[in-house]
């Protein structure tokens, strides 16, 4: 985990950005911490309750990266009376609308940004529309401070190239600074352009006119990563612990007490050029041990069996009591499935660090 | 939630058996307690800290169902010391040979139930395989209390006609019955003859030589078992509740709050007579919307859109900050994303219901 933080931001200096942590994926805070000591400079969240916590320990400068709506304003006036930084974003005039409809109503200037789509993967403005001005107007003559743009090229999850990784990345870039050249040429501020994904940040060959990069699930790398081609499995720095609890031995199968509860029941390396099924089976000390996969699971069981051909010595090579790690597809979704992470410390030590858990 | 319950408790009566709901579905004690109020007779939990924390609530008679191994047995023991009649099952000579000795050790006679493999999905021993003996004998004769045979016909989920779930629901009852009748033929005890799962449960026609029923995910119900045909969306008795935050209008997408998170990753009726993505839609007062489900989702998002055609109108529609509930594909993974319930009483009062996390 160390080593992915250090990665990362050696290359955000080296690109000349600023870097916020997306802290969806960790929900932990000795992860921002680790983060925040190697150089990120505030914090991403995807819910006004992360928000909350991360501003209680410690962390002021949060951008909330999900679109907000009217019924959340009062969450996000209550953090900024307690004195955090919280940026909220809108990709829409009726959003824009009600927030500065709100915050006039209560004497806050919201800062915004506004959301823009690069990719058309999910939400946001596309940056040659004309709503972007009108958003861009609607919060700033609303009262509100308008404090960039920013997006997220989500499909380059879909990838797996480098040059294609490289030519998203740069498709995300130019996207967004178009975006800030229009609000700026229509006489608006737009101090911030804030772009990012862990692929397209780990490919991103420049990143002109970008002020800050944002990216998540590096900290912790998954198999969905490894498939796209930005990590090796030897990055990947979660886990799951597990123990053989049983076989059907003319089936291949060891049964494993990691099932999707464990794993969570993220798929995403399905569609991928290798399907890992529930996640890759390795060594207690982390030695992948090729061919060896979760090939299904149900909620406390999971089933290890090789790729192809079975494995009919699957209860000698893994006898009852045997344990093994499982590198997760997805380590968003694997982390949620926990209360708190055992952290394994340089001097090999075990720390526990609790993780966020709800809304 | 109370309907399901009734219904399942008056069928099993019917049936002439004991019901053991599995609590792994709903991991919350109000739940369990109204599932006991109807007439349930112990418990059924998928791991040890489920049973520690059910029995810490007043819940005696539990049936921890997934194989037991040497590691877990200090706990076992633990609960069983503090008074907890707790059952523990097993499918190899390997493991019952562990719980014999370590009962041994510690003077302790475990209740060890057999685990019989009735449908090939999983774990468990065949019923006429000779190893159902071995582990009679391993654990009878080694001092520990056999207490009879289960199974679960886990396959019973890939159906989805009436008359295949009741051949599914007779296999189960026949091959469990049958691994009764050799142990017992044997010289060993078999008071116990336990078999389930919702579809079979609410499937057999007939249930002669089985002493009890387990079943979990009737409790709530889901778009899994609506597609099997055992429930209709109108007994669905979980939802989440979500906010329009944005749209792509010219796609027919309306962004929800409700992602991956908030669902889960369960994406269990891709390959079901009727996919609804991540979920059906329905209105606060859960009337289905046909036709609308949520197509995507990412963590803390979820395109919501029509099956089909794409609805143009979505944006006038489901306006920004319309609510909407979704109905799960799969109760169990989508209460393991939330901390609580927000449980609607009879009497239109909002409760919340802690719900357990972790292991």
Not at 235 to 252: C, F, M, P, W, Y
Not at 299 to 308: F, N, Y
Request: hydrophobic share 40%.
């Amino acid at each position: 985990m160390q080593r992915n933080i250090t990665r990362m931001q050696a290359r955000m200096n080296a690109l000349g950005v600023r870097f916020r942590p997306h802290v969806k994926t960790s929900k932990c805070t000795p992860v921002a911490q680790a983060q925040r000591a190697a150089g990120a400079q505030g914090i991403t969240v995807s819910t006004l309750k992360e928000a909350a916590q991360f501003y209680a320990d410690g962390f002021g400068d949060i951008l909330y990266a999900v679109g907000m709506v009217a019924t959340k304003l009062p969450q996000a006036l209550a953090l900024r009376r307690q004195g955090c930084d919280l940026k909220i974003i809108t990709d829409s005039v009726a959003s824009a609308e009600a927030i500065a409809a709100f915050g006039r109503q209560h004497g806050e200037a919201f800062e915004v940004w506004i959301e823009i789509d690069s990719d058309g993967h999910r939400s946001g403005i596309k940056p040659g529309e004309a709503a972007l001005l009108e958003v861009a107007r609607t919060l700033h003559q609303g009262g509100m401070q308008l404090g960039g743009v920013m997006t997220h090229a989500g499909s380059s999850y879909d990838l797996n190239s480098p040059e294609a990784l490289a030519a998203m990345a740069e498709q995300e870039r130019a996207a967004c600074v178009l975006a800030a050249e229009r609000v700026r040429a229509a006489g608006f501020p737009c101090a911030v352009v804030s772009v990012g994904s862990t692929p397209t940040a780990l490919s991103a060959a420049q990143l002109d006119g970008v002020t800050e990069v944002r990216a998540g699930v590096y900290v912790f790398f998954d198999l969905v990563m490894h498939n796209i081609g930005v990590c090796e499995t030897s990055d990947i720095a979660l886990s799951v612990l597990t123990t053989v609890i049983g076989h059907q031995a003319e089936k291949g199968w060891a049964i494993v007490d990691a099932g999707w509860m464990a794993m969570s029941r993220d798929r995403g390396t399905q569609k991928q050029r290798h399907d890992f099924g529930y996640g890759q089976v390795c060594s207690t000390d982390c030695e992948v041990l090729p061919g060896y996969v979760l090939s299904g699971a149900n909620q406390e069981h999971g089933i290890l069996s090789r790729e192809g051909e079975a494995d009919t010595d699957i209860a000698t090579r893994f006898p009852i009591g045997t344990q093994l790690r499982i590198l997760p597809n997805h380590a968003c979704a694997t982390g949620a499935q926990y209360p708190a992470y055992h952290a394994l410390t340089e001097d090999g030590e075990l720390a526990t660090w609790s993780r966020l858990h709800g809304w």
